[in-house]
C-alpha cells in the first residue's frame, strides 16, 4: 500500500455506502463524454476499470466494466462485468484495444501497480483525474471545508507522476462547465445552493468520507452566507463565467490505433 492509502476508507467500502442511488446525481456530462470518446476512437474493445455504474462508456465498443464494490456493479447496464481491482485485472496481457478510467486513480491502493495493469491488458489508456497542485481551488475549500484538502492531496497523486507511470504522451485540460451534469465535488462551483442538499452530498466520495460534525457546521455557514448574499458578493466574477480551469485533465498513453487497424 502506498503512503497515500494508508488509513484511507476503502473505496470499495465508501462506494458500497454512497453507491445507492449514484446514478441518478452522476449523470455523464455530455462534453466530458465527447472528449472520452475521441481519446477511444477506434478501440473496438474496451476494459472500463472503476467502472462504477459505466458513465463515458463508449457506445460503439464492446466494454468490459470492472470494479471492486458490487453496489455499484449492480447499477452498470452492462452485461459483461468483473468485480475486481485495479491492481490485479484477470485478463490476458493485450486482451482489449483500449483501457479507460474515469475518476477512479486517487481510489486506488497502489497506484502505479494499477497503471502498470492498464498498460498490460491494453494497447491504449485514457485516464481522467484531477491534479492536486492545480490552482485555483474550489471555493469550498478556501472558505467552508479546509478539511477536503488534506483528504484530498492525500488520496490524489500529483499529475506529473501520473503521467509519468502511465507513460502518457498526451495531456488534455478539461475546464469544468457551470451547467455540468455529473455531480463529483467540483461540478457545483456556480451553484452554491447545490451542496446544502444531502443527497448531492451523498453522492461525492469526498463527503462521504468527512464526518457529520466536520461537513454540518461548514454546510451551515455556507447556508446563511447565501441567504445573506455574502457569498454572492465574494464571488461576483464566479457568476458571469461559463467555465473554470480546477485542474481535471483526461492522459492519454499508448497506441493510438487498435490492433490490425
Known amino acids: 500500500m502506498t503512503a497515500s492509502a494508508a488509513g484511507r476508507t476503502p473505496a470499495t467500502a465508501t462506494y458500497d455506502r454512497i453507491g445507492i442511488g449514484y446514478r441518478q446525481i452522476r449523470r455523464p456530462d455530455p462534453r466530458l463524454a465527447g472528449l472520452i470518446a475521441d481519446a477511444l476512437a477506434g478501440a473496438r474493445t474496451v476494459v472500463n476499470v472503476g467502472a462504477g455504474a459505466g458513465s463515458y462508456e463508449p457506445a460503439d465498443s464492446d466494454v468490459t466494466a470492472v470494479d471492486p464494490s458490487q453496489v455499484m456493479l449492480d447499477q452498470h447496464p452492462g452485461d459483461r462485468k468483473i468485480l475486481a481491482g485495479a491492481e490485479e485485472l484477470p485478463f490476458d496481457d493485450g486482451a482489449f484495444d483500449a483501457a479507460m478510467a474515469v475518476l477512479t486513480v486517487h481510489h486506488w491502493a497502489d497506484l502505479r501497480r494499477g497503471l502498470s495493469e492498464l498498460r498490460r491488458v491494453s494497447r491504449r489508456q485514457v ?79 469526498t463527503f462521504a468520507d468527512l464526518p457529520p460534525s466536520v461537513t454540518e457546521p461548514a454546510i451551515e455557514r455556507l447556508r446563511a452566507d447565501l441567504a445573506s448574499g455574502a457569498w454572492q458578493r465574494r464571488h461576483a466574477d464566479l457568476l458571469s463565467r461559463e467555465s473554470m480551469d480546477y485542474g481535471y485533465r483526461l492522459l492519454i498513453a499508448g497506441d493510438s490505433e487498435p490492433a490490425g487497424s
Open 127 to 205: 485516464v481522467f483525474t484531477w491534479d492536486p497542485q492545480h490552482l485555483p481551488e474550489l471555493w469550498l475549500i478556501e472558505e467552508y471545508l479546509p478539511e477536503i484538502r488534506q483528504l484530498e492531496h492525500g488520496r490524489f497523486t500529483p499529475l506529473s507522476v501520473v503521467a509519468e507511470a502511465l507513460g502518457a504522451h498526451t495531456v488534455v485540460p478539461f475546464p469544468i462547465p457551470a451547467d455540468f451534469t455529473d455531480g463529483f465535488q467540483i461540478a457545483y462551483w456556480r451553484r452554491p445552493e447545490s451542496y446544502l442538499d444531502p443527497v448531492i452530498r451523498r453522492a461525492s466520495s
